[in-house]
């Protein structure tokens, strides 16, 4: 279905832009690294998949133009870099606070629904991917091959599966350090600061971004 709407050369060239974007050192993959860093390989595809979802709705939003929205409105920009910037805070204050976990593992673990739903939100409030995609993926798109709308949820399935392919394998990588983190109680509390650094950092990145 998706070859119809789109040429084979042109999907073959948006999936290795998309896979070299992944690759990229940028707030997402940073993200999952520091999650699967503090709470294991299976807690890092967790937030993995919350992202992935999250492109759902910034996919939707530019297919509908509601990313144009966006990004004509300072107001809608801001309410929305707001509410991400807010989050991540909420997030650094609780990373400042944890505690080392016990040796034995017993300690406190972020569930599953609440990992993902961290990678959602992560993901939706922050407006420089629909505006990123309401740049790039035109790119990709031509009415002669068909419905606009429909090449765009195609780039946007095509999107989500590398990204989770790369995050995912970031992931994996990372959540090796966890069974070594669960044997240095300073180790975790290090860890810790850190993620919540890095959750300031990229708060104030998205602060300072612009339309």
């Not at 084979?8 to 699967?36: E, H, K, M, R, Y």
């Not at 569930?111 to 309401?134: E, H, Q, W, Y």
């Not at 990204?163 to 959540?175: N, P």
């Amino acid at each position: 279905m998706l070859a119809t709407l789109i040429p084979a050369d042109t999907l073959v060239t948006f999936t290795i832009a998309v896979t070299l974007l992944a690759l990229a050192p940028g707030p997402d993959n940073i993200f999952v690294l520091t999650q699967s860093a503090l709470n294991g390989a299976r807690a890092g595809v967790m937030v993995v998949l919350g992202l992935c979802t999250g492109l759902i709705f910034h996919s939707l939003a530019v297919a509908l133009g509601v990313a144009a929205l966006v990004q004509a409105s300072a107001m809608a920009f801001t309410v929305l870099k707001l509410a991400g910037a807010g989050y991540l805070i909420y997030l650094a204050w609780g990373a400042f606070r944890a505690p080392a976990q016990a040796l034995s593992g017993n300690g406190p673990r972020l569930s599953a629904a609440a990992l993902f739903r961290r990678g959602l939100i992560m993901n939706i409030t922050n407006p420089k991917v629909a505006i990123f995609f309401l740049a790039f993926f035109p790119q990709f798109t031509s009415p002669e091959n068909g419905p606009v709308v429909a090449q765009i949820a195609g780039l946007g399935a095509v999107f989500m599966a590398v990204t989770f392919v790369v995050f995912s394998a970031i992931a994996l990588l990372a959540g090796g350090l966890s069974h070594w983190l669960m044997r240095s109680q300073t180790a975790q509390i290090v860890i810790n600061r850190l993620a919540g650094l890095v959750f300031l950092g990229l708060a104030g990145k998205i602060l300072l971004s612009r339309p």
